[in-house]
């Protein structure tokens, strides 16, 4: 194809040429006649528009005419502007300045058109601003309530706290009474027993009684007896043994803290009443073997391997009570022990230890 048929094919249909392009092997005469047919159309189409300008003026001359004569009659006027087709040239130039002029339009409406979009686009990002505006205040608005919601709960939490606050200085300062309260009790107490004071804080007293040595006692003195007081928000007490000899508070003495020294005499008779009888067993301890069960006040007498003697102690021994043979076991059997008469009765743990070593009945 050559290039003349190539710009006629740009200008009346690029399919065409594209087509031809992609198949010009194949439709290359196709095209070449497509070009003639083209070629032609547009002469002929010239030919009939100057033909239908003519005939429109000699329609327009005849409607003007009144009769047949007129025009025999009647000279051509001449064609101003070179005729037809100076006319369809002018109105060809007028065509394309109002269509240059309609372009024009319509560029300056678009431009207007977008500017109206970007307007619009910019007041729609204002609004979601305006909008994400109030959400943020409204955020803030209920932030602040809760804040002072807040404040408002640490306001009566703090009045709380000041009166808890009070309520323990003022026990606080009860307990520090009953401190100097159990200090001048242990200065009155100091002719008869030896106290140290352990540790000492809000909710727990700790002492230690200790018997004052003596002339008449041997150098062994028994453990001595660690008693702890606890404290409790009802202004009670309990006083329990930590270190000593078991049975002496079984299940601990509670009361009132009116009661304190009452409880602490209790316990101190106690251990004075049994001091005599721990002192006996510590001593015979380093020569028998022996164990002390406080809470059923039970001697129990290893004398062999196979052979174990239980010795029962009255309340109130040496003083008050006594001291009997319980029962005689030989590898878990009873023994009788019937034929066991001592020499005297009254006999004391010593006595009685001393004997049952010595006797060849067990």
Known sequence: MDEEARAVLQRC??????????????????????????????????????????????????????????????????????????????????????????????????????????????????????????????????????????????????????????????????????????????????DVMQINLLSFNQ??????????????????????????VTWSHDDRFTLQVREGPAGLVEDGLSGRRSELSAALLEVMQRYLGQFQLLSEIQRLRSSFAIDWRASQRVLVYLKSAVLVCHLQVEDGYPTGGAARLLSVRRDGQHVDTSGLKPLRSGLSLTDWLVFLSSSPLV
């Open 13 to 190: 249909d690029p399919v065409l040429l594209g087509s031809c392009r992609d198949s010009e092997q194949s439709d290359c005469s196709e095209a070449a006649r497509m070009v003639l047919y083209l070629t032609d159309s547009r002469r002929v189409q010239k030919v009939l528009g100057r033909q239908l300008f003519v005939l429109d003026s000699m329609m327009s001359l005849l409607e003007g005419l009144e009769s047949a004569q007129q025009l025999m009659t009647q000279p051509c006027p001449p064609q101003p502007g070179g005729g037809a087709r100076s006319r369809w040239k002018s109105l060809k130039t007028v065509s394309r300045s109002g269509t240059e002029e309609t372009e024009t339009l319509l560029r300056s409406l678009q431009d207007k058109i977008q500017q109206m979009h970007n307007r619009r686009h910019s007041l729609t990002e204002l609004v979601h601003r305006l909008h994400s505006k109030k959400q943020q205040y409204t955020q803030l608005e209920e932030s602040l309530q809760k804040a002072q919601n807040a404040l408002q709960s640490c306001d009566h939490q703090l009045t709380q706290l000041r009166a808890e606050s009070e309520a323990v200085v003022s026990q606080l300062i009860s307990w520090q009474r009953i401190r100097d309260e159990l200090q001048v009790y242990v200065s009155a107490v100091q």
């Open 203 to 228: 909710s727990e007293l700790c002492l230690e009684l200790r018997p004052r040595p003596s002339s008449d006692l041997s150098s062994n003195e028994p453990e001595p007896l660690n008693l702890s």
